[in-house]
């Protein structure tokens, strides 16, 4: 009898932790499939909200796109070779220095060029994956100019007499009927190697008076002795 008594109340006992446990997991299960549905709106309209700015963008630059610190925002890229003409010149006028000699021309002429197409692809892919990002992050694109090297050695070909300096050696000079041994000089030529790589360096940077580097040339040792005759 007792035994019955104690099976009952343990009975009892248990189906109610059951129970109470049953509307504890029901609960829990509502709040999740709630919070399922909450997540499932927000993730849809998120990506809905993205493929709208993606569409609206896909054919023209985000608003903070610059080229050389120029704003280029919500520009159609099919129009974008004309804009970057206007804002970037393809051939500024430069003066090409060595030593104390220089030569007026432009950038076209030394070699040197801009590959509008290239920027403009550059352009295209200077944006984040992600369409909402590109309204908090500024799009920052540079041109190059792309110096050709074949072009370069010609200019400094045709214009070597006009910037070389020839080396003078020492020689006897009559100075108010004194006989003075003059000073040497150093005679420049254009480093090619070396210039290649500083004018491209300079164009880039902006600058229009290009300076060349210098490759010195020593005169000829003279082949009597100057001092000698001086002194004769």
Do not use: C
């Amino acid at each position: 009898m007792q035994d019955s008594i104690m099976w009952k109340m343990f009975k009892t006992h248990t189906l109610t932790h059951f129970r109470k446990l049953i509307s504890v997991v029901n609960f829990k299960s509502i709040k999740v499939h709630i919070l399922s549905k909450y997540f499932l709106v927000v993730a849809g309209a998120f990506v809905v909200f993205n493929l709208g700015i993606f569409l609206a963008y896909v054919d023209k630059t985000y608003p903070d796109t610059y080229i050389n610190n120029n704003k280029l925002g919500k520009v159609k890229f099919s129009s974008i070779d004309n804009r970057l003409k206007l804002n970037i010149p393809s051939s500024p006028d430069a003066t090409v220095n060595l030593g104390n000699n220089s030569v007026k021309t432009n950038i076209k002429e030394i070699g040197a060029e801009i590959d509008y197409g290239k920027v403009n692809n550059s352009i295209k892919k200077n944006r984040h994956w992600l369409p909402v990002a590109n309204y908090f992050v500024d799009h920052q694109n540079h041109s190059k100019y792309e110096l050709n090297k074949d072009k370069f050695n010609e200019f400094i070909n045709n214009n070597q007499p006009k910037l070389s300096s020839p080396a003078v050696p020492a020689k006897i000079v009559k100075n108010e009927n004194i006989f003075q041994i003059s000073k040497e000089t150093i005679g420049l030529e254009v480093d090619r190697t070396k210039s290649y790589d500083e004018v491209s360096k300079q164009i880039n940077s902006g600058a229009t008076n290009i300076q060349l580097s210098p490759h010195r040339v020593s005169p000829q040792s003279a082949k009597i002795d100057l001092e000698s005759e001086v002194s004769r």
